[in-house]
């Protein structure tokens, strides 16, 4: 099993920046893709970034650039600088990890963290 727990979500206004850290711990060997998701109310769940072992990034597209992923594979943490955060990017945003096991990949999510763009 992998736990991953969220932090850095809050209230920001807009303009303003958050950076998101997700932390897997537990059987951590194997982890492949690192990723953020969002849920806004009402919404599907959407992909915003993601990033491989090897460090290859894919952002969803509507984000235009304000957004950077990365990850510190010694630490297992993942992280999401978010910038110029609009109303729009509030939501739950949720870290996903897929891990590599000889039985077949396994996926995990994290509880989420709740974004809110308010001024």
């Known amino acids: 099993q992998v736990q991953l727990v969220e932090s850095g979500g809050g209230l920001v206004q807009p303009g303003g920046s958050l950076r998101l850290s997700c932390v897997a711990s537990?059987?951590?060997?194997?982890?492949?893709?690192m990723a953020w998701y969002r849920q806004a109310p009402g919404k599907q769940r959407e992909l915003v970034a993601s990033?491989?072992?090897?460090?290859?990034?894919d952002y969803n597209r509507s984000l235009k650039g304000r957004f950077t992923i990365s990850r510190d594979n010694a630490k297992n943490t993942v992280y999401l600088q978010m910038n110029s955060l609009q109303p729009e990017d509030t939501a739950v945003y949720y870290c996903?990890?897929?891990?590599?096991?000889?039985?077949?990949?396994?996926?995990?999510w994290g509880q989420g963290t709740q974004v809110t763009v308010s001024s």
């Open positions: 990033q491989t072992r090897s460090g290859s990034t």
């Open positions: 537990g059987r951590t060997s194997g982890i492949r893709t």
């Open positions: 996903n990890v897929d891990v590599f096991r000889l039985a077949g990949p396994q996926e995990y």
